[in-house]
């Protein structure tokens, strides 16, 4: 299925429906874009790896909550977290209550403030660019891995980073517009 023409006129990828609303948002404001800054970073690996199973609207009816619970991504913070942190988000209805992904949340934290001496995790994450980037003109040519998400996916495992498998890796390369996503045709792709 190609771009979807809405009833204002513009045509955006499928998945972003066709009426305002937080998909259609999220679609026409964010996702694609460059995000910058080791918390931008740290909060959509973390979303992505909570959506792990679920619908992405799930998580963002969700993210202001999981912004609060986990203190705006602050690695520094969030690595800090204990036993008590921990029993406090499993008691939180506002956001994905699951322990393994709660763990790895404090994890990948960890991993991050350990990654900062070697460049960082916004760094580590942009080096995996695809030379030749995708350019779907449908939702059937997109992949859901690519061998630059395997590669991301290896990368972090090495520097210590849990839930961060290849397909997650993807949607967060395509969700922090370390290349472009949108489907030739949606109005938002460039150029």
Known sequence: MGPLTGADGLARCPWAGD???????????????????????????????????????????????????FRGFDADTVARFDDADRARLMDDARIV?????????????????????????????????????????DTAAVA???????????GLKKQGFVFVGPTTMQALMEAT??????LVGCFRRAG
């Open 97 to 137: 209550r699951n322990r393994l992904k709660i763990e790895a949340a404090v994890t990948n934290a960890r991993a991050t403030v350990a990654l900062r001496e070697a460049g960082g995790l916004e760094a580590l994450v942009l080096s995996f660019a695809p030379e030749h980037p995708p350019a779907p003109t």
């Open 177 to 182: 517009g370390v290349f472009d996503p949108h």
């Open 19 to 69: 009426q305002p609303g937080l998909m259609r948002d999220y679609h026409d404001h964010e996702w694609g874009r460059p995000v910058h800054g080791e918390a931008a970073h740290l909060e959509r690996l973390t979303l992505e790896a909570f959506q792990s199973g679920l619908s992405w609207s799930t998580i963002l009816r969700k993210r202001e909550a999981f912004r609060e619970v």
């Open 144 to 154: 859901t891995t690519s061998p630059e998400s395997v590669a991301l996916s290896k």
